[in-house]
Structures are given as C-alpha cells and as structure tokens.
C-alpha cells in the first residue's frame, strides 16, 4: 500500500467516523480491504480505493465498517460491571421507580449490552424493568447484535458457565439469549462523530475503548453528545485506558475500586455553569 493510498483512505475514515489511521497501520488497512475489494468485484485494495473518489456513500460505508474496530468479550476488564451494580445502581435505583435507562455505545456484535442485562437481571430488585440500546457505526454488527446469537468460540471469551446455561439455550450450533432479555434490548445505527439521533435520556452510558481512537477535540465533542441525553447526575463508563481528564471539565471523576467512573452534572449544577458562562 502506498503512502498515498493510505493516506486517501485514513482521510476517508478521519471524515466518515472521527477515527484515527496513522502511518505504520498500512498492514492493517490492506488486510482489512481485501475482503471488501473481492466483495466488490475490484481486483486490488488499490482499485477499490480509486474507486471510492468516484463512488456512492454504499462502497465509503462498506470500507469504513472494514476499518472500525469490533474488539470485543463477555464482561470486560470486570471492574466496570462491579461499579455498575456496587455504585451506580443503588444511585439509580433511589431517584426513580421507572425503568433503568443504559446505552452501550459502540456496542460491536452486542457482547457488552448482554452482559450488562445479564448483570441487570442479577442486581435489580424484583418488579424494577430495565431497557438497555446498543449502538454501533456497522450494520453487520447491528444485525449480529439483534440476533442475540453467538458461537461457542465467542460465548467461551469470559461468558461463564452458568450464565450461559440460564441466560442463553441452544439454537444449532450457536447459543441464543433467551426472550426474557432479548425483550430489553435494542440497536441503532448511531455514529458518535455525527449529532446524534433522536434517543431517550439515559441514566448510564458505556463508552468503553472508543475514546482512544479519537484526536482530543473529537472526543470533546463525543462526549458533549453523550452529555446530553444523560439523566441529570447520569453515569458514564470508559475504558481502562481513557478519563475526561484534560478534555472534559463536565464530568466528574469518581474513584471506585481499581477504576474510574463519571458522573453528569445534577440539573442545578448544569444551570450554574450555564449562567455564569453567560
């Protein structure tokens, strides 16, 4: 791959999703486009990208999906799951009776919005419902995720025994969720990089190892989104690796445990800031 093919299709992503492709991931990029290309009817990674100078948005959003990272497992790093039912449920749970809220964001083939009804259906008191939206930038992994199925190589990367045998039944040679929490779920085509769509607010979001591709002023800008459609002193998960810290003074950083959560301003603090900027 030549350094200005890369450098056409690093531009491409940059512009359609706010992800960074810096010089040295050339590998990645060919790898990844192969598949596309063949797809496609183009016989080399170089004649698929002269193609997308000229092509229909069909063919950009093909190659962008190619490049988004769809890492994913069961019950990630723990620590935030642990923070979910320790610390931020109780929270919830005391300013409302009506169902709990949560958007998994970049929710890749769905992994992390079962886990967290798994640990949902665990944690809340009998009666408490609980609606869960995942969302990704890739419709494959949309339509994997509403499937609710996964293979046993996926369901074997930290899904443990007994909440497969009680949360998933057999369907082949795949395992399914069962309707129970499937019911509590939905997906939605949402791209963090754009204004967002018309969604519900939420009580906790999951941004987990998105941030980390994103220059800083992309992440301010993603995390103002997210801002927005959190409750009131709402919640936010990152990754491990990410903080607001020097790119949002909004969110509040709350130690728990061996990790970090943040919490949205409460209604009057929010309309403090908001007249003294005035």
Same mark, same amino acid.
């Given at each position: 791959?030549?350094?200005?093919?890369?450098g056409?299709?690093?531009?491409?992503?940059?512009?359609?999703?706010?992800?960074?492709?810096?010089?040295?991931?050339?590998?990645?990029?060919?790898?990844?486009?192969?598949?596309?290309?063949?797809? +496609?009817?183009?016989?080399? @990674?170089?004649?698929?990208?002269?193609?997308?100078?000229?092509?229909?948005?069909?063919?950009? +959003?093909? @190659?962008?999906?190619?490049?988004?990272?769809? /890492?994913?497992?069961?019950?990630?790093?723990?620590?935030?799951?642990?923070?979910?039912?320790?610390?931020?449920?109780?929270?919830?749970?005391?300013?409302? +009776?009506?169902?709990?809220?949560?958007w998994?964001?970049?929710?890749?083939?769905?992994?992390?919005?079962?886990?967290?009804?798994?640990?949902?259906?665990?944690?809340?008191?009998?009666?408490?419902?609980?609606?869960?939206?995942?969302?990704?930038?890739?419709?494959?992994?949309?339509?994997?995720?509403?499937a609710?199925?996964?293979?046993?190589?996926?369901?074997?990367?930290?899904?443990?025994?007994?909440?497969?045998?009680?949360?998933?039944?057999?369907?082949?040679?795949?395992? /399914?969720?069962?309707?129970?929490?499937?019911?509590?779920?939905?997906?939605?085509?949402?791209?963090?990089?754009?204004?967002?769509?018309?969604?519900?607010?939420?009580?906790?979001?999951?941004?987990?190892?998105?941030?980390?591709?994103?220059?800083?002023?992309?992440?301010?800008?993603?995390?103002?989104? @997210?801002?927005?459609v959190?409750?009131?002193?709402?919640?936010?998960?990152?990754?491990?690796?990410?903080?607001?810290?020097?790119i949002?003074?909004?969110?509040?950083?709350?130690?728990?445990?061996?990790?970090?959560?943040?919490?949205?301003?409460?209604?009057?603090?929010?309309?403090?800031?908001?007249?003294?900027q005035?």
């Open positions: 791959m030549t350094p200005a093919l890369f056409f299709v690093a531009d491409l992503v940059y512009r359609e999703a706010g992800m960074v492709l810096r010089p040295g991931k050339e590998y990645l990029v060919e790898s990844r486009l192969k598949p596309v290309a063949k797809a +496609t009817g183009h016989d080399t @990674v170089g004649s698929l990208a002269n193609a997308l100078r000229t092509s229909n948005a069909a063919l950009r +959003t093909q @190659v962008v999906e190619a490049l988004t990272i769809n /890492e994913t497992s069961w019950f990630r790093d723990r620590e935030p799951f642990t923070a979910l039912t320790d610390t931020i449920l109780p929270d919830v749970l005391a300013k409302s +009776t009506r169902p709990v809220r949560i998994s964001a970049a929710c890749s083939s769905g992994q992390e919005p079962y886990s967290i009804a798994i640990t949902l259906e665990k944690a809340l008191p009998a009666g408490r419902g609980y609606q869960i939206m995942g969302s990704d930038l890739s419709e494959e992994m949309l339509r994997r995720s509403r609710g199925r996964f293979n046993q190589l996926e369901v074997n990367r930290g899904l443990p025994a007994t909440d497969l045998v009680t949360y998933f039944q057999r369907a082949g040679a795949e395992w /399914e969720a069962v309707p129970r929490i499937r019911q509590n779920l939905s997906f939605q085509r949402v791209n963090l990089c754009a204004p967002l769509p018309p969604m519900p607010k939420f009580d906790v979001v999951f941004l987990r190892n998105v941030l980390i591709y994103f220059e800083p002023e992309t992440k301010r800008a993603v995390l103002d989104r @997210v801002r927005q959190l409750n009131p002193g709402g919640w936010l998960l990152l990754g491990a690796a990410e903080s607001t810290v020097g949002d003074s909004v969110f509040e950083r709350v130690p728990v445990g061996r990790t970090a959560i943040y919490r949205a301003p409460a209604r009057d603090r929010q309309l403090v800031k908001e007249v003294t005035c």
